[in-house]
């Protein structure tokens, strides 16, 4: 029989974050995501849920997106 590899279970936290920006959606993802790991380890995925703008004078001035974010447990 072959080798198997040992498969664990992932226990995930998922929690909320809301990034926010004045250049992209794709910043505000990423600044969300920064701060985070400066306190939250092991985060392994992230989904957009809602996604927000604020408008001034007819044009984009600012982004906010709210994302859910997993991350493992420790064990």
Do not use: C
């Not at 990034?19 to 985060?43: F, H, L, V, W």
């Not at 001035?61 to 420790?74: C, I, S, W």
């Amino acid at each position: 029989m072959p080798d198997t590899v040992e498969m664990k279970d992932h226990v995930y936290k998922i929690l909320e974050l809301v990034g926010s920006s004045d250049k992209s959606i794709e910043d505000a993802i990423q600044n969300a995501i920064t701060r985070a790991s400066k306190t939250i380890r092991n985060m392994k995925w992230f989904e957009v849920t809602q996604t927000r703008g604020h408008i001034e004078g007819g044009a984009i001035r600012h982004y906010q997106v709210t994302l859910r974010v997993g991350f493992t447990l420790e064990e």
